[in-house]
């Protein structure tokens, strides 16, 4: 048996899935990949001997017209490497529910995987045409296995799906090596940032703005606390970005550092932000997803010892309050203040906590006993 992975994602785009790749990479298991963008796989996954690397990269697009021609073409390149090189003993695995869409109804043909990064009940085909509807439900029944980054959301999925069995769990947890960082080679401008900020402890909020992140009363909690404390962004820089430096001057910011060299900034945080609100509007997420989140960035930053705030949801309180690793609030500016000072008054143990959390699970191990599972079903 084999492995046929269908990654069409910008690997530095999707943590996970550069986690499930470096796993796969130390089991003795043939993996063959299929990708767009092959050169910016890690060394590790690019060098692994048990790795096959197929990449279907499309020209570059102009307009919304030859990006469409593109995709179909694609589509037929994916599709037809597939048959190419499975067999009906191999398992066919899409990391995404963008993967399974493309892929589409040959995943049926085949023993397959469906991995899921969102919690969703189904995604239109373009964007442009929301009610058309790739119809994933059809696709995860016939899975031989679904696999959901979170607890909660394996259940819910089940009941949207209505699927004979649970999704399978695998965490969003990255791979990550303590190492001294070059911060000067890494990014120069977060070393330029870095150095301006000095001894301040820095709160850290990384990732996406705008949409489910809501910030403003988080950077408001951090001026309250005084000069000893700084607020610091981290990632793209957008227009909901630029509204958040206008609105708050003494806000730091280190641009989009690509994974995982973004961990030079990240180690140096005192404290980690998570925010994540329902919203309806962010293409077709489940209202439900933001609730109950599964982020990398969880396991980030508690890699490094940095104890958590966050807005109250199920999907930060149930794991700070069952490891005891941060605390949630409600998003007023005073409540995130004084749920930063309480952290402050055990962060000692919270910090060992955090550290604790990360080493807590072994994902080359859960990875392995996935595969070990396929492998019983042959």
Sequence with gaps: MKLVIVLLTHIDNLPPARN???????????????????????EQIRKA?????????????????????NRF??????????KEIMSDRDVLWTVTDYDAMEVGDILNNYRHVMQLMELIQD?????????????????????????????????????????????????????????????????????EVLSEIGNRKIVLYQGVFGYERVLDQFIEAVEQLGD?????????????LQKLLEKYPETFFVPFIAAPNHLAITSKAHIGVLSYVNTNNIRHYDPLNAL?????????YACFGIPMIGNDIPGLRIPFEQNNIGRCSELKA???????????????????????????????KLVGELVKDLISKE
């Design 20 to 42: 499930l790749l470096i796993s796969l990479s130390k089991i003795e298991i043939k993996v063959e990949l299929i990708t767009m963008y092959s050169a910016a796989l890690p």
């Design 49 to 69: 001997g048990n790795i096959t690397i197929h990449d279907v990269q499309s020209e570059i697009a102009n307009n919304k017209l030859q990006a469409l021609k």
């Design 73 to 82: 073409k694609r589509r037929r390149k994916v599709r037809t490497l597939i």
């Design 123 to 191: 995604i239109p085909i373009f964007d442009e045409l929301p009610f058309y509807k790739a119809n994933l439900q059809k696709y995860a029944q016939t899975a031989e296995m679904v696999i959901v980054p979170e607890y909660n959301r394996a259940y819910i999925q089940q009941a949207y799906w209505q699927l004979k069995n649970t999704p399978k769990v695998l965490p969003n947890k990255p791979t990550v090596y303590k190492q001294e960082y070059d911060i000067e080679a890494i990014s120069p401008k977060g070393a």
């Design 228 to 240: 000893d404390y700084c607020m610091l962004l981290m990632g793209r820089d957008d227009e909901e």
């Design 292 to 300: 109950y989140c599964a982020p990398n960035k969880l396991y980030e």
């Design 334 to 364: 005073n409540e995130i203040a004084e749920a930063i000072r309480k952290i402050e008054m055990d962060y000692s143990q919270m910090s060992k906590n955090c550290i604790q959390f990360y080493e807590s699970i072994d994902m080359d």
